[in-house]
């Protein structure tokens, strides 16, 4: 079946620390990729997209994300982090040209001062 | 340049009642898709609106239904409102074909509240 998962419900970083939120789908084919951000009583914002070529993907606010094809993940990466990221991340898949975006089920991240 | 518009942003309901949520999308976009996301839990795709029909469904009962007009705005309804039916309903947009390729464009989302 096809699915998406973040194997992380909550994390926990100091303000300046490393970032890294884990995402895993299980496809037929390699899928669009997608992390958003949402933050509480809000919408969900975009912070990166992966269709194909280079496998690292830059986003705004200074996320990444990797796409590994061996591993069917595609994690996010911020080097440090502000107290400002406080909020709930989701992975997200759609299988090529299929509109039935599928979303994880997020993880929450709580930035310490 | 507006961004998606949801109404209202907040409502309360009693069970088996109905109640309807609006959606304009963003500007130039012409494709709309309505999720739910109940407390802690991902969105999930209700339906997708284009060319005023419901393109692809998701894994939701009839109860759910919706309607696109020709100025690309988008109702989602939902009949005989059940506990369950309490989450936030977003709404997202996008350009035909595209939504793959660009991501959609959420709105801050309708929280039902249904007792």
């Known amino acids: 079946a096809q699915s998406v998962t973040q194997p992380d419900i909550h994390i926990t970083v100091s303000e300046g620390a490393s970032l890294e939120l884990r995402c895993n789908y299980s496809?037929?084919?390699?899928?669009?990729l997608f992390w958003y951000v949402q933050s509480p009583g809000q919408g969900l914002q975009l912070l990166l997209k992966?269709?194909?070529?280079?496998?690292l993907v830059q986003g705004i606010k200074g996320f990444e994300a990797e796409f590994k094809r061996s591993q069917s993940s595609f994690n996010l990466r911020k080097p440090s982090v502000h107290w400002s990221d406080a909020a709930e991340y989701f992975c997200?898949?759609?299988?090529?040209?299929?509109?039935?975006?599928?979303f994880g089920a997020g993880t929450r991240l709580t930035v310490k001062p | 340049d507006a961004g998606v518009t949801q109404s209202p942003t907040h409502l309360i309901k009693t069970r088996g009642q109905q109640v309807t949520l609006r959606c304009s999308p963003k500007?130039?976009?012409?494709?709309v898709s309505w999720y739910q996301q109940a407390l802690g839990q991902g969105p999930q795709f209700i339906f997708q609106?284009?060319?005023?029909?419901?393109?692809q469904r998701g894994n939701f009962p009839d109860r759910f239904s919706g309607h696109q007009f020709p100025n690309y705005s988008s109702e989602l309804n939902v009949n005989a409102l059940l506990l369950g039916d309490s989450a936030l309903y977003l709404c997202?947009?996008?350009?035909?074909?595209?939504?793959?390729?660009?991501?959609?464009?959420f709105g801050s989302g309708t929280r039902l509240t249904v007792v």
């Open positions: 496809y037929g084919a390699t899928p669009y």
């Open positions: 500007s130039g976009h012409d494709t």
């Open positions: 992966y269709f194909s070529g280079d496998t």
């Open positions: 997200a898949v759609t299988p090529g040209n299929n509109n039935d975006m599928r």
């Open positions: 997202a947009s996008s350009l035909a074909g595209r939504a793959s390729n660009y991501g959609y464009t």
């Open positions: 609106y284009y060319e005023e029909e419901e393109r």
